[in-house]
């Protein structure tokens, strides 16, 4: 399989380029040439598959002839070793929870993946390379985790200081080892700004062979199309169609099941939900696409103002604004709502959702009206409520117990280095801190 860039001015790579590469020196995204439709045998026999299998099924076109069969179903088995409940909330609303992974968020899966398949290839090159990273909250844990004492390999993770809840900067700032916390002195549109930045800068790259592993890298994106197959396969008797609620920032989870429709899932439809960051929203509402600063909410992980993946979501599209319009539905909602929304469905059907998955149940839900009352919905639950303590406990005034992963890491002492949000002064700390 080869990969584009969304700009179309540089060539096309191979997967190990793409994921290596990160972004493509033109700014575009990589994206692969051809979505490879799933035979029907797949979607027959997928009740039966386990996780694994059905990741090894739908990943094998994208990486064929350059990870092989063997090596890429242990990549898979270790990768995906938790659990993936599909739980009913009521009607025919369901919530998957894609938070058992180590760091309780769904990023778990694109940065498990790409560590496993970068070590793969590096190990084949006997390379080293530095991980640069932006995040506004789970995913600089998530890559961290994932990359932890993998030998040849240093992440250095950007966060906004002070924007990020407690729980995730502790996640970010205790790994150590070959992972470094850098505390920006901005917002997470600063971090995306300097990591950019450094990509782009050539003589730097030169020096430190310099990777992504955000939720650009294509080796992210991909695996988020596992888990749609694996809802629609969990609900009985597999439907005709089924509609998903996406709570979004960088709008990757939500590319990621773009990604699995066009690869032959019945879906009816996906509901595009955020925080006030409602650019994408807006879009769709207005056929106008207006990036700004992004605003500080209870969902921070969702507070983007300028989603990163957009470009693949039109590209999915072709460009198309009424093609995406027609499958598209977009959805907003403020702390205040979101705040009820927890509380609403704690006291009325016991289920406890972070703030991010509350906005994606509440879109959902308001979003039914619009669709046959038959048809399943599901809401993606992007992570665990116990990750928002301070956000959650005062809605439903009673504490949660903390699962005993979390709080040995919030026993840890935080290490990072502050730095300003100008790019020369985060050039200068990666020269001093020297290749691999
Ligand atoms: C990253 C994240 C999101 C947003 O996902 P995108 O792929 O950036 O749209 C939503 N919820 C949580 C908890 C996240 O960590």
């Given at each position: 399989m080869k990969y584009y860039s969304t700009q179309r001015k540089v060539k096309e790579v191979s997967f190990e380029e793409a994921i290596f590469k990160g972004l493509p020196d033109d700014n575009g995204l990589y994206m692969p040439e051809v979505i490879p439709k799933l035979p029907k045998s797949f979607f027959e026999s997928a009740e039966d598959l386990p996780f694994y299998q059905l990741a090894f099924e739908v990943l094998s076109p994208f990486v064929k002839g350059e990870i092989n069969p063997d090596a890429l179903l242990g990549i898979v088995r270790s990768a995906f070793d938790f659990d993936i409940p599909l739980v009913h909330?009521?009607?025919q609303v369901y919530s998957l929870e894609l938070f058992h992974g180590p760091t309780l968020a769904f990023k778990d899966f694109g940065a498990r993946f790409m560590a496993r398949a970068m070590a793969y290839f590096l190990k084949k090159q006997g390379r080293e390379i530095n991980i640069l990273v932006a995040t506004s909250g789970d995913t600089g844990s998530a890559v961290a985790q994932g990359f932890f004492?993998?030998?040849g390999i240093k992440v250095t993770i950007l966060y906004p200081s002070g924007k990020v809840s407690k729980i995730q900067e502790k996640q970010l700032t205790t790994v150590g080892s070959n992972v470094h916390a850098l505390e920006v002195e901005g917002t997470f549109d600063d971090c995306q700004r300097l990591v950019k930045a450094a990509f782009l800068d050539v003589p730097l790259n030169k020096k430190l062979h310099l990777s992504s592993a955000n939720s650009i890298n294509i080796a992210r994106l991909l695996?988020?199309?596992?888990y749609y197959f694996h809802a629609w396969r969990t609900l009985?008797?597999?439907?005709?169609e089924a509609i998903f609620s996406v709570p979004s920032g960088n709008f990757g989870n939500l590319s990621g099941g773009i990604l699995a429709k066009k690869m032959g899932?019945?879906?009816?439809g996906f509901i595009a939900a955020t925080n006030l960051n409602r650019i994408v929203p807006d879009y769709i509402e207005s056929g106008k696409f207006n990036p700004r600063s992004s605003i500080a909410t209870i969902?921070?992980?969702?507070?983007?103002?300028?989603?990163?993946?957009f470009q693949r979501m039109m590209a999915l599209y072709n460009g198309d604004y009424n093609a995406l319009k027609k499958e598209i539905s977009g959805f907003y909602l403020d702390d205040e709502a979101t705040r009820q929304v927890i509380s609403k469905v704690y006291s009325e059907y016991d289920y406890l959702m972070c703030p991010h998955s509350a906005i994606g149940y509440e879109a959902l839900k308001q979003n039914?009206?619009?669709?046959?009352?038959k048809m399943p919905g599901i809401f993606l639950?992007?992570?665990?409520?116990s990750k928002f303590t301070d956000v959650v406990e005062p809605v439903i005034n009673n504490t949660i117990s903390m699962p005993e992963r979390l709080q040995q890491i919030i026993d840890r002492k935080k290490q990072s280095t502050v730095i300003g949000s100008d790019y020369e002064t985060f050039r200068e700390f990666l020269l001093s801190q020297g290749p691999v």
């Open positions: 909330i009521h009607d004492e993998i030998p695996p988020q199309s596992l009985a008797g597999y439907p005709d899932l019945p879906v009816r969902s921070n992980a969702m507070d983007v103002g300028n989603p990163s993946n039914r009206k619009n669709f046959d009352i639950s992007t992570a665990s409520p």
